[in-house]
């Protein structure tokens, strides 16, 4: 089973032919132009949706650092290395009464 051939078209023309007659062919063609046209805009609708600019909402790679500048992370670890050592005690964690 190989391409159609031209004879086979012209059997198939006449057979649509003789089927729906001179005056509705016209109309068909129209119709399925119609119904084709129809299809070509609701894919590239679809197609366009999809390639809408969403770079707002996409993660990013973090950006380098300025160099002198620290991280939070970097804050945090410095701070926590240069703090004096505070006592556990109770009274620490109480600020200082003052008498008036």
């Known amino acids: 089973m190989g391409t159609l051939g031209p004879l ?11 089927l729906f007659g001179a005056k509705r062919i016209p109309e068909i ?6 119904g084709i046209r129809e299809f070509k805009t609701a894919t590239k609708e679809i ?17 380098q650092p300025i160099q002198g500048t620290t991280t939070p ?10 703090a004096p050592e505070k006592d ?3 009274a620490s964690a109480q600020p200082p009464v003052q008498n008036t």
């Open 8 to 18: 086979e078209l012209i059997l198939i023309f006449l057979a649509v032919l003789l």
């Open 29 to 34: 063609a129209r119709g399925l132009g119609k």
């Open 47 to 63: 197609t366009d949706e999809f390639k809408i600019d969403d770079s707002k909402n996409r993660i990013h790679s973090p950006s």
């Open 73 to 82: 992370r970097e804050t945090e670890t410095v701070q926590s290395a240069t």
């Open 88 to 90: 556990s005690g109770a």
